[in-house]
């Protein structure tokens, strides 16, 4: 698996004390694309969340994700990179 493109949307949420950072779209293979990954301060730094949706009980639940924590870790790197970049 080779994430070939990625892009990140910057937020200015300083004013309002947002953990939120910013949101990603990746490009797998050139082939399969995911929307909507969420850059989130926490306590120990940055991180990425994966998209999900609400349930009927009021949980939140990931519409993808990975299976492993090789592929979190690619996924990870890949976008908080990109993010890094454009600082």
Same mark, same amino acid.
């Given at each position: 698996?080779?994430?070939?493109?990625?892009?990140?949307?910057?937020?200015?949420?300083? /004013?309002?004390?947002?953990? #939120?950072?910013?949101?990603?779209?990746?490009?797998?293979? %050139?082939?399969?694309?995911?929307? $909507? *990954?969420?850059?989130? /301060?926490?306590?120990?730094? #940055?991180?990425?969340?994966?998209?999900?949706?609400?349930? %009927?009980?009021?949980?939140?639940? $990931? *519409?993808?994700?990975?299976?492993?924590?090789?592929?979190?870790?690619?996924?990870?790197?890949?976008?908080?990179?990109?993010?890094?970049?454009?600082?």
């Amino acid at each position: 698996m080779k994430i070939t493109q990625v892009n990140v949307r910057k937020y200015d949420n300083d /004013e309002n004390n947002s953990r #939120l950072k910013g949101v990603a779209n990746i490009l797998i293979d %050139n082939s399969f694309a995911v929307h $909507d *990954i969420r850059i989130i /301060e926490g306590d120990n730094g #940055l991180f990425i969340a994966m998209p999900s949706r609400k349930t %009927n009980e009021g949980t939140f639940r $990931d *519409i993808c994700h990975p299976i492993n924590q090789e592929t979190r870790k690619l996924l990870e790197t890949a976008i908080l990179d990109e993010y890094e970049k454009n600082e």
